[in-house]
């Protein structure tokens, strides 16, 4: 921020003193934060926004494979089936999913010699029209790049939601350090100041649309953190021990200790981890015709996907998780009956599950249509402006030789303290760094006579 601003104007009731010390040490995290983390944020937020047209970026890469002719009535499903055993009569057929528009191709997802490939089947004809290796579909790789940036691994996977909670914390910062206060004017608050030029016009294009764009990239961030390692556990812990996720009587028997996310395709959130139940006596046995056809009986929108089952108490299971919220459907069939043996939807949630999943709907950019994409794309591409601003700020304002951090003022506040030991709390990661950042900093920087000239 600018540097102009350290002569900060106090709140009623607050002191100069009190006022300037709050300011240098919130600029401070927020400095520290910035630096550490923009490239990451870059990459987020670029990867973040190309998964939000996931639908019409396939499409235009996969169109040969994707889209179809309409013919009227499609073939039974299991013809089109059939045409993929046919093709390749070694693999395991895992999962089927049927499209929501009548144009699209059907994808057979099949496993060989633990290669798995997507094979898309035109329903008319029963047609191959194609395949792409599991692995290099481009939903697997912009989610790859977006939550592990290729690398993968727990520790990359960790920081990535350290980035993500510092992001948070780099707007709580951020909006302390741009509260006017006792200024009155707009420009530079509000609007940036066009006329100006240097540090000034620089900090009016950090400051001003990260202020008009604070909730939007707030709610991205919140809204992401149910995927993540640490949090994401524990947001899943809180809905299940305060029976506010999936419903409770997901848990009755007859059930297996196999977590539904680890047998089935594309469930949604609210039922990843409902355990999987079983089916009863081997009696006969249902065939993929049978099981669409209880689809429809059991009104589960398309598009879904059913998932074969494993094993001889292994059920059907149809899930549909790439629609709206409200049609998030996760129903298990008996492999032999076609009963159903357990059925979750959206309705059956507990009002945490239901907060998420609107909420992932929201981050993915598929709520509300288009401006949902836009409001998305906005938000990340506008973070991606806010950090390149920040970062020319400040090159424009560091001294040779020197990394350009703000200067502490006096002790730490007790409120600063509480505050992080809040948001360590809430964000288990975030509460480690500070630990970190404390012990390197009283430690070990300032007895490293270059690193200390450098950083101080």
């Known amino acids: 921020m600018d540097a102009a601003r350290n002569l900060v104007q106090p709140k009623q009731g607050e002191t100069p003193q009190k006022a300037a010390g709050l300011y240098q040490t919130f600029w401070r995290w927020h400095f520290y934060a910035g630096i550490l983390f923009a490239p990451f944020l870059i990459v987020l937020s670029i990867s973040g926004a190309l998964y939000l047209y996931q639908a019409e970026i396939e499409t235009m890469l996969y169109k040969d494979k994707l889209v179809v002719q309409d013919s009227g009535a499609a073939l039974p499903l299991s013809e089109q089936v059939a045409a993929v055993k046919r093709e390749f009569p070694k693999a395991e057929i895992g999962s089927i999913r049927l499209p929501k528009e009548a144009d699209r191709t059907t994808q057979v997802k099949v496993t060989e010699n633990d290669v798995t490939t997507r094979v898309y089947v035109n329903p008319y004809n029963a047609k191959i029209t194609g395949t792409i290796l599991d692995e290099k579909h481009f939903t697997n790789v912009a989610a790859k790049l977006h939550s592990e940036w290729i690398v993968g691994g727990t520790f990359v996977n960790r920081f990535v939601e ?31 100041r066009f006329s100006q030029k240097g540090r000034t016009f620089w900090r009016d294009m950090h400051a001003v649309p990260a202020f008009w764009l604070s909730l939007l990239i707030l709610v991205l ?6 995927w993540s390692g640490v949090m994401g556990e524990g947001i899943n812990k809180i809905a299940t021990s305060s029976n506010t996720g999936y419903p409770v009587y997901a848990f009755m028997p007859p059930k297996s200790d196999t977590a539904t996310k680890d047998v089935a395709d594309d469930v949604p959130w609210a039922a990843e981890n409902v355990p999987v139940p079983k089916s009863g006596a081997e009696n006969g046995g249902l065939d993929v015709d049978q099981v669409t056809a209880l689809a429809v009986k059991e009104n589960i929108q398309k598009p879904y996907t059913i998932s074969l089952p494993e094993g001889k108490d292994g059920v059907f299971t149809i899930s ?3 629609d709206k919220p409200e049609n998030e459907a996760t129903v298990y069939f008996d492999q032999y009956s076609g009963k159903v043996v357990e059925d979750v939807r959206f309705s059956d949630y507990g009002w945490m599950a239901k907060a998420v999943s609107i909420g992932i709907a929201l981050h993915e950019g598929r709520y509300f249509g288009l401006a949902n994409q836009l409001l998305g794309t906005v938000a990340a591409l506008g973070l991606v402006g806010i950090v390149i601003s920040s970062l020319v700020m400040w090159r424009i304002r560091k001294p040779k030789g020197k990394l350009g951090a703000p200067q502490k003022n006096g002790k730490v506040k007790p409120m600063v303290i509480l505050g992080m030991a809040a948001a360590g709390v809430v964000m288990p990661l975030a509460g480690l760094s500070f630990i970190v950042v404390y012990v390197m900093d009283r430690f ?5 006579k270059p690193l200390k000239s450098w950083l101080y």
């Not at 961030?221 to 149910?226: D, E, H, S, Y």
């Not at 070990?444 to 490293?448: E, K, L």
């Open 162 to 192: 350290l980035a993500a909670c510092w992001t948070v914390i780099l707007l709580i910062t951020g909006l302390y350090i741009w509260w006017p206060r006792n200024r009155k004017s707009i420009w530079g608050t509000v609007l940036p």
């Open 221 to 226: 961030i919140v809204t992401g953190l149910p």
């Open 320 to 322: 549909s998780s790439r």
């Open 444 to 448: 070990v920087f300032r007895r490293i």
